[in-house]
């Protein structure tokens, strides 16, 4: 079974930037495309960004594109989350996750979509 271990957030004004970091065993990392998803409260889990096995692309919810940047590195084992401008709307607990296929992660709603998840960081960010 995959484990997930996201990390890397805080507290920060609108405007300023994050890294969250997640680091990722129980699955051959480099086999795997991987995500980010982020809950708020009172809202149903949606997707943020994913990026391809190779790290050559990657795909973003239309509200933080231009905004946050995946990336990945295979040989730790970990895929990260850079965010920038942020906004009090992107308050949130950001996961990770991880599937076979990109389109697996783009298209998953809600924390059912996948059997296992992480602790989750929390990001909040205030006006």
């Known amino acids: 079974q995959v484990q997930l271990a996201e990390s890397g957030g805080g507290l920060v004004q609108a405007g300023g930037s994050l890294r969250l970091s997640c680091a990722v065993s129980g699955r051959t990392f480099s086999a795997s495309a991987a995500g980010w998803f982020r809950q708020a409260p009172g809202k149903e889990r949606e997707f943020v960004a994913a990026i391809i096995r190779g790290g050559g692309s990657a795909y973003y919810a239309d509200c933080v594109k231009g905004r946050f940047t995946i990336s990945r590195d295979n040989a730790k084992n970990t895929v990260y989350l850079q965010m920038d401008n942020l906004k009090p709307e992107d308050t949130a607990v950001y996961y990770c996750?991880?599937?076979?296929?990109?389109?697996?992660?783009?298209?998953?709603?809600?924390?059912?979509?996948?059997?296992?998840w992480g602790q989750g960081t929390q990001v909040t960010v205030s006006s």
């Open positions: 996750n991880v599937a076979a296929k990109l389109h697996t992660l783009v298209v998953a709603r809600g924390v059912g979509s996948f059997d296992s």
